[in-house]
């Protein structure tokens, strides 16, 4: 598998509820970044977290990172359905660059 | 809007010619980048400009010709593509780029779908 895997590959939920998608890597990095793609908006960066960061907040987003297990969480509290989109992590891994994007997860926000 | 511009936003091309993709950043920004989306792979960072010097080059074939001539304008020039290029290819910038990382958020372009008959 590559590294800056999203999981799950989709997910629906209702407007209001929670949504938490995963990204997993394989190697040691220097940061890890979400993105949101859609139709609409084209490509965003959300958050950028640093290896030595734990957790980071950007209004309903959280980001969490455990290098322990080489894995991140992306939350997205109180969906919206202009939260529908693709959501991606790319790991920046040490040693210079390589900056490796994952397949992405697709996110649908019924109303 | 970003403050990222790109033109044209749709290219056709034939294999034998050559054109480029322009990029235009309005943020005061230091770094560039050209990435490459294709329909089933994932996104793909191509060339990274720190105050208009090359500085990383993630081996992007020949056929591809990146141009930074000042701090705001990027360029990608193209030439002899194989249909395969067809993809849409993105541009990005941010205020720095350091040490073969990203270190704060980019701001990306429309993008430029290109078509490679």
């Known amino acids: 598998s590559q590294q800056g895997e999203e999981d799950p590959q989709a997910l629906s939920i209702q407007e209001g509820e929670n949504a938490t998608m995963n990204c997993s890597y394989k190697t040691s990095i220097n940061n890890l970044q979400w993105y949101r793609q859609n139709s609409g908006r084209g490509l965003v960066h959300l958050i950028l977290i640093r290896s030595n960061e734990r957790e980071k907040h950007s209004g309903r987003l959280r980001v969490t990172l455990d290098t322990s297990k080489k894995s991140s969480s992306l939350l997205i509290t109180a969906s919206r359905a202009a939260d529908t989109a693709s959501y991606f992590c790319a790991t920046d891994a040490t040693g210079g660059f390589k900056t490796i994007f994952g397949a992405g997860t697709r996110l649908f926000v019924k109303a | 809007e970003t403050g990222v511009t790109q033109t044209p936003r749709h290219l056709v091309m034939g294999m034998t010619n050559k054109k480029s993709l322009k990029c235009e950043q309005h943020l005061g920004h230091n770094a560039m980048y050209w990435y490459k989306q294709s329909a089933k792979k994932p996104l793909e960072l191509m060339f990274v400009?720190?105050?208009?010097?090359?500085?990383e080059n993630n081996s992007v074939p020949s056929r591809f010709s990146p141009e930074c001539p000042n701090s705001s304008h990027l360029f990608l020039h193209l030439h002899t593509l194989q249909p395969e290029d067809s993809a849409l290819y993105l541009c990005?910038?941010?205020?720095?780029?350091?040490?073969?990382?990203?270190?704060?958020?980019?701001?990306f372009g429309p993008g430029t779908r290109l078509t490679v008959l």
């Open positions: 990005a910038s941010s205020q720095e780029w350091a040490s073969g990382s990203f270190t704060d958020t980019q701001y």
């Open positions: 400009y720190s105050l208009e010097e090359r500085v």
